[in-house]
């Protein structure tokens, strides 16, 4: 799991759609868009029964529906406004506030937790148990969703931009998305290890829930960040194997922690003693991802390789925020943070499990960084 800190305020979707009539003379209008791209209204003469009408009434015979307007001297039918927005932009406006609102994006980052704790147990991610990176997945987005509903009135001031404060869906709904998400994790969680892995789901999603509603806002915000992104490792190895899986989880621990911990400065700024944390738990992170047996000679390269990619984008970036503890850097490098959680579950599957999905996990970042630029991922 990875923090849903508060980050600089992003334009809102789109507005519903304005109802106006056109007051030009002449013939159909024909429909048309506004620069934003949405339907706008226009109008086409009310035609009706031949034959006088009083005027300010309509064709008819509806009194006050109808307004006469002139031009060059001659009186024409009023025109009806009719809306040509199709329900499909409807659709898809909700479907961006539901991206929104659980940061979808950043859902790629959670991909390669199961895949580090299934390298790591000997356990591949295959048949059944493809549920469990699913899993984790509708458990983290479920703990975006339910940070916005525990943050609402924080939001109202200091981002009321985000879905709830704009009125784009209401704290009940986000809660329903939220406890939907919850369901489906625990029961994707079920059907691709069974008993086993239930008993980390559970106590994952449990963690998630605290963190959202009693940590957040405390200074054990970090440790119970880095608890919910450590069991999440220890879903793809299952309770059986979570031993062998435990350098992985700790690794990505001290990560989210690291980043969370920088999180917490995205609006009024972070401090160096903040910065210098995040940098200390990437150097260790890297370390972790890099050191102990490894499956041969490529596979070590390719950790080392992945894990040096890690620790200098990361660790950049945060360097920048320990010079400049402003809230713009301290956004900046916890976006990074997040994306770099990619490269590290990368640099710790190749040491252990399958190059080929090491490969994979990294072909993600490009991905995330261009959902990034259209929904925001903190």
């Given at each position: 799991?990875?923090?849903?800190?508060?980050?600089?305020?992003?334009?809102?979707?789109?507005?519903?759609?304005?109802?106006?009539?056109?007051?030009?003379?002449?013939?159909?209008?024909?429909?048309?868009?506004?620069?934003?791209?949405?339907?706008?209204?226009?109008?086409?003469?009310?035609?009706?029964?031949?034959?006088?009408?009083?005027?300010?009434?309509?064709?008819?015979?509806?009194?006050?529906?109808?307004?006469?307007?002139?031009?060059?001297?001659?009186?024409?039918?009023?025109?009806?406004?009719?809306?040509?927005?199709?329900?499909?932009d409807g659709a898809v406006t909700r479907l961006r506030t539901l991206a929104e609102l659980v940061r979808l994006p950043a859902a790629l980052s959670v991909l390669?937790?199961?895949?580090?704790?299934?390298?790591?147990?000997?356990?591949?991610?295959?048949?059944?148990?493809?549920?469990?990176?699913?899993?984790?997945?509708?458990?983290?987005?479920?703990?975006?969703?339910?940070?916005?509903?525990?943050?609402?009135?924080?939001?109202?001031?200091?981002?009321?931009?985000?879905?709830?404060?704009?009125?784009?869906?209401?704290?009940?709904?986000?809660?329903?998305?939220?406890?939907?998400?919850?369901?489906?994790?625990?029961?994707?969680?079920?059907?691709?290890?069974?008993?086993?892995?239930?008993?980390?789901?559970?106590?994952?999603?449990?963690?998630?829930?605290?963190?959202?509603?009693?940590?957040?806002?405390?200074?054990?915000?970090?440790?119970?960040?880095?608890?919910?992104?450590?069991?999440?490792?220890?879903?793809?190895?299952?309770?059986?194997?979570?031993?062998?899986?435990?350098?992985?989880?700790?690794?990505?621990?001290?990560?989210?922690?690291?980043?969370?911990?920088?999180?917490?400065?995205?609006?009024?700024?972070?401090?160096?003693?903040?910065?210098?944390?995040?940098?200390?738990?990437?150097?260790?992170?890297?370390?972790?991802?890099?050191?102990?047996?490894?499956?041969?000679?490529?596979?070590?390269?390719?950790?080392?390789?992945?894990?040096?990619?890690?620790?200098?984008?990361?660790?950049?970036?945060?360097?920048?925020?320990?010079?400049?503890?402003?809230?713009?850097?301290?956004?900046?490098?916890?976006?990074?943070?997040?994306?770099?959680?990619?490269?590290?579950?990368?640099?710790?599957?190749?040491?252990?499990g399958s190059l080929a999905v090491a490969s994979a996990l990294v072909g993600l970042v490009p991905l995330g960084r261009r959902l990034a630029r259209r929904v925001s991922q903190t």
């Open positions: 799991m990875s923090p849903a800190p508060r980050d600089h305020p992003t334009p809102p979707g789109p507005s519903p759609t304005a109802h106006a009539a056109d007051g030009t003379a002449g013939g159909d209008a024909a429909p048309s868009t506004d620069a934003g791209g949405r339907g706008r209204t226009t109008s086409i003469p009310a035609e009706g029964p031949a034959g006088p009408t009083a005027p300010g009434s309509d064709p008819r015979g509806r009194p006050g529906d109808a307004e006469a307007d002139r031009v060059g001297g001659a009186v024409h039918p009023a025109r009806k406004p009719v809306h040509t927005g199709s329900s499909e390669g937790d199961t895949a580090v704790g299934a390298a790591a147990s000997g356990r591949p991610l295959t048949g059944r148990r493809l549920g469990l990176p699913l899993s984790s997945a509708a458990l983290y987005l479920a703990g975006m969703a339910l940070n916005d509903w525990a943050d609402r009135d924080l939001d109202a001031v200091e981002r009321p931009e985000r879905p709830i404060p704009s009125g784009r869906i209401s704290p009940g709904a986000a809660l329903g998305v939220a406890t939907t998400l919850t369901g489906a994790g625990l029961a994707l969680a079920a059907l691709g290890g069974g008993r086993d892995s239930l008993r980390v789901a559970v106590p994952l999603a449990a963690a998630v829930w605290t963190y959202d509603t009693v940590l957040k806002n405390t200074p054990a915000a970090p440790l119970g960040m880095a608890v919910c992104r450590g069991l999440d490792v220890l879903l793809g190895a299952g309770s059986r194997s979570a031993r062998a899986a435990a350098p992985g989880a700790w690794a990505m621990a001290a990560h989210t922690a690291g980043v969370t911990t920088l999180a917490q400065g995205e609006v009024h700024g972070t401090s160096r003693v903040a910065a210098g944390f995040a940098l200390t738990t990437t150097a260790a992170s890297a370390a972790l991802a890099v050191l102990g047996p490894a499956r041969g000679g490529w596979h070590r390269a390719g950790a080392v390789l992945a894990a040096g990619g890690y620790a200098r984008t990361v660790g950049a970036a945060q360097l920048t925020a320990a010079r400049d503890t402003s809230a713009a850097n301290a956004r900046a490098a916890t976006g990074v943070g997040i994306r770099g959680m990619i490269p590290l579950q990368a640099a710790l599957v190749a040491r252990k």
